[in-house]
């Protein structure tokens, strides 16, 4: 009887000595195994980076709570969850995470809190919801802040292009915790930042004199205006990450072409936001102006690199509104919204880390833009126009007076018209077999080099507007005519990352989580036969089973006692 009773208890020793085992050695070994098909569980290189760099413990305040919230609000929420703790695990110290709603502070304190929110472009959302006593509506913040012991930030997780259905914001939202999260984090222990260069000196940011991109950049990178006629040589251009050219009025000379030529053989990344017409909007009342074109000394340079900015407008029927004076009344001057195709609402973005899931970027005067073949440059286009789209060549009549009629719609038949270009590559330079400009010596010229381009065929799209009371600068895409903020800073935001690092934690937005909706006629049609299996079959297998144990050791221990 002792042997058997040690036999039996044996397998039972062994079992729960394995599971002993296997948490002593738990505590000693970490690792994670991932088996979702997308990678959901898995960070980013970039992101774990960031992540090893953590020195000190960090909070993450959730902000999205409410009573009764929509599936895919819980959805959202869970995922917010699921990636603390998944930073949390790759991370050296610890982050935790609690849910806060800015509802709970006391009034007093209440308003001052929220629009401290807006800072971070968290901006309270109405939400509709299924209550016991009806749809009722619910205010939520769709953010997150993050916390050391010293500073705080925040991100909005909310986001999507426009016409999106709510299960794709709600998808393309998922897919971006992981960067903005991050990029939070970076934020706090990453205060240094890169220089960005804005050239002054031909007419650039004449509206805003920069507020706009100074106030986008602010605490990412550091900004600085630069007269490019000071520059001597091309080394002193080197040591900036970004060189923005905003909207000149004015010619370049040669000089200042070469200098950037080498800037970018140096593989130095340029953004040339470009008119190709010149038009006075002042005079665009009554008969109303002409937009000539202009040449600015620039498009053999970007004609090198394979892009052309192409003298003329492009009209859209996915337009903003411009007030114009429509009379007089009482002594008080009466202004007129009107439909201005000039201002095109551009919402169909390239699935890019710089665009994907932008939500609608307005343009003011653009050109259109045409590629030209340029060995070893790759050229991506950013955002597009919509689906009605037209190209007026310069010179071209702009009135007021032509909006007062409905557009006609069958002119507008052109589609989905490239509005921004990045180009990528080894790029050749303007200057290989011609003479160099005065001045520079031929030992320092360099025939071809690698960096990145991107050119847009507006030059106010990363230019705010003022405040119709005061005149005061607004944030980047703030309308003051249709009370609507644009994700230009947005985009702005986006592709300075990119080009400051592109395999950075940029390259997170690119993360794709496929939606997997069910079949909703077939659970109706096969109901009974899922829950029946769901149900019952575990059931009758531990049955099955359970018996094939209690008759194997009956006809065992029946042959022992014969």
Known sequence: ???????????????????????????????????????????????????????????VDILLVGEN????????????????????????????YSYFDPLSIEAEKQEEF????????????NLS???????????????????????????????????????????????????????????????ESSSIAMIMGHGEMSSDEGYGMVEALDGDFELFKVPLEQANTPADLVGFKIIFIQGPKEAFTEREIYLLDQYVMSGGNLVVLLD?????????????????????????????????????????????????????????????????????????????????????????FASSLDTVKAEGVHKTPLIFSSDLSRILPAPTRVAFSDMEQEPDVKQFVLKNLPLAYLLEGEFSSLYKNRFLPEGF????????????????????????????????????????FSQTTFANKLFLKNLAQYLSDPEGIIASRTRTFQIRPLNKAKIAQEKTFWQGLNVLAPVIVLLIFGGIVWWNRKNKYSRRVN
Request: no cysteine.
């Open 276 to 364: 190709g017409v010149a038009v006075d909007i002042e005079n665009a009342g009554g008969e109303g102006t002409l937009a000539m074109p202009v040449d600015l000394g620039l498009d053999q340079l970007l004609f090198r690199y394979g892009i052309r900015v192409n003298k003329d407008l492009i009209q859209d029927l996915s337009f903003g509104y411009i007030p114009v004076m429509g009379g007089d009344f009482g002594g008080q001057p009466q202004m007129v919204s009107l439909p201005w195709p000039f201002h095109i609402l551009a919402g169909r973005m390239q699935d890019h880390a710089i665009t994907k899931g932008l939500d609608v970027v307005e343009f003011r």
């Open 441 to 480: 010596a031929k030992a320092d010229f360099k025939e071809s080099g690698e960096g990145k381009v991107v050119v847009i065929g507006d030059g106010d799209v990363f230019q705010a507007l003022t405040n119709l009371e005061d005149g005061t600068p607004l944030a980047l895409g703030e309308d003051p």
């Open 129 to 191: 919801v299924n209550q016991a006593t009806g749809l009722q509506t619910q205010l939520i913040f769709p953010g997150i802040l993050v916390s050391n012991q010293e500073y705080e930030t925040g991100a909005l997780i909310l986001k999507g292009e426009r016409g999106m259905s709510p299960d794709q914001i709600l998808n393309q939202s998922i897919e971006n915790l992981e960067f903005e999260l991050s990029n939070a984090i970076r934020k706090l222990i990453s205060p």
């Open 114 to 125: 929220v629009l401290s929110l807006t800072e971070y472009a968290i901006n309270p959302v």
């Open 1 to 59: 009887m002792k042997n058997s009773a040690v036999h039996t208890a044996k397998p039972w020793l062994l079992f729960f000595g394995g599971i002993l085992l296997f948490a002593l050695v738990a505590q000693f070994l970490n690792f994670r195994i991932d088996l979702t098909e997308e990678k959901r569980y898995s960070l980013h290189p970039a992101t774990e980076e960031v992540l090893s760099q953590i020195a000190e413990p960090l909070h």
């Open 69 to 96: 919230l929509p599936g895919g609000m819980r959805r959202l929420q869970k995922s917010v969850e699921e990636t603390v703790r998944t930073f949390n695990a790759y991370s050296p110290e610890k982050i935790t």
